[in-house]
């Protein structure tokens, strides 16, 4: 195929938040699929907080992006080319192609995506990596017991709203914490929270307060989004025995953010709760995901899980996005639509 892809590359890293200047637009001709590969154009980007840990050059759990590389996204694209046996022009799959237009990868590596069961997009939002990020942590580390009390950060955000709404689901209280009070009113109104506390309504102390008043049966799952003073005012509510899915902490990943808790306090409050507090990094669980989506799926369909997007248009905007989500401007996940699914 001729013609023309767009990318953007890391033009150089970060110190402290992402700022313009760290992204490049590039141009340069459409790739050629080889043998067993697919050529696709994005329809549509995910925008993840992880990202920004790829950004930096720090020893993590996956590579670091290279100056001048494409920065990396799972995507929901469409194929346009195939010399993969399974795989036709028309198709839908998802991928990590990457913030493009255009892409090729082995065709033995893409998931391809069925689009009666959901719209595309979900494929990288509630149905994908988030959302199993959210039932594997609620799920196989949270161990919930009906008539127990859940609080989650970020709650309104790709993860948080689903683990929210499966902990409405399986029983529990679910407590949510996220940035504002349209976001707080939408997580009871719309997910169904038992209550939302405004994480920029005060100091740890004073969430702490609206906190325990909100679970008056104390704490017995902390899922861990954001770190920062949303933990600070967690953990002395934590019952003993609970239970803390180690998932995220947003507050620190362009920096630290000032009077976090310190360790010696909180390993004691490991300690004297007797917590198991547990991270985890989903893409170790992918064998999980046909049991995630014959859970999810059904119930995405019947409207018991709802989920909401966040739609920045066209890949040159994926920059402003990205920066903008990681300080809480995104309203559910976060994606950038490259092209309109019926252009
Ligand atoms: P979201 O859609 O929730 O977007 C990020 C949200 O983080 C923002 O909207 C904002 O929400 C919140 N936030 C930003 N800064 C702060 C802060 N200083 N204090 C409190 N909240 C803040 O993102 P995801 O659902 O995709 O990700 C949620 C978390 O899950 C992240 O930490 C992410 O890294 C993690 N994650 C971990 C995975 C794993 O494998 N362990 C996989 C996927 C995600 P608000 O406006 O409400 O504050």
């Not at 998931?111 to 009666?116: E, G, I």
């Not at 600070?232 to 507050?251: D, Q, T």
């Not at 310190?262 to 007797?274: G, H, I, K, Y």
């Not at 018991?304 to 994926?318: H, Q, W």
Request: glycine letters at 12%.
């Amino acid at each position: 195929m001729t013609g023309q892809m767009q990318r953007i590359a890391l033009a150089s890293r970060p110190v402290g938040d992402p700022k313009p200047e760290n992204f490049s637009l590039e141009t340069g001709p459409i790739p050629t699929p080889g043998a067993g590969e697919i050529l696709v154009e994005v329809l549509w980007l995910s925008l993840d907080p992880y990202m920004r840990g790829r950004m930096d050059d720090a020893k993590s759990y996956a590579a670091s992006v290279g100056i001048g590389d494409t920065m990396e996204a799972g995507c929901v694209a469409r194929v346009l080319e195939s010399n993969f046996d399974g795989l036709a022009p028309g198709d839908i799959v998802e991928h990590r192609f990457g913030w493009c237009s255009h892409a090729v990868a082995p065709g033995k590596d893409v998931r391809k995506v069925d689009p009666t069961v959901a719209p595309i997009s979900t494929a990288v939002g509630v149905l994908g990596m988030p959302g199993l990020t959210a039932w594997h942590g609620f799920n196989k580390i949270g161990q919930p017991k009906a008539g127990e009390t859940l609080v989650v950060g970020a709650a309104t955000g790709a993860v948080g709203s689903l683990v929210g709404q499966l902990a409405k689901a399986a029983g529990l209280r679910a407590v949510g914490v996220a940035g504002g009070a349209e976001k707080c009113a939408f997580a009871v109104e719309e997910l169904g929270f038992d209550a939302c506390i405004d994480h920029r309504s005060g100091d740890a102390k004073a969430i702490r307060e609206q906190l325990a008043a909100a679970c008056p049966n104390g704490i017995d799952i902390y899922f861990e989004n954001v770190g920062g003073k949303t933990m600070e005012a967690v953990l002395p509510l934590m019952n003993v025995w609970g239970r803390i899915p180690i998932c995220g902490m947003i507050s620190y990943y362009s920096g630290a953010e000032p009077g976090a808790l310190d360790v010696p306090r909180l390993w004691r409050s490991l300690l004297v709760n007797r917590l198991h507090a547990q991270g985890f990094i989903i893409f170790d669980h992918w064998d999980e995901f046909p049991e995630f989506v014959s859970e999810v799926a059904p119930m995405i369909a019947d409207g018991r899980i709802k989920y909401r997007e966040s739609i920045a248009e066209g890949l040159e905007n994926a920059p402003d996005a990205f920066m903008k989500m990681l300080k809480g401007g995104n309203f559910g996940k976060q994606l950038v639509r490259v092209k309109p699914e019926t252009a």
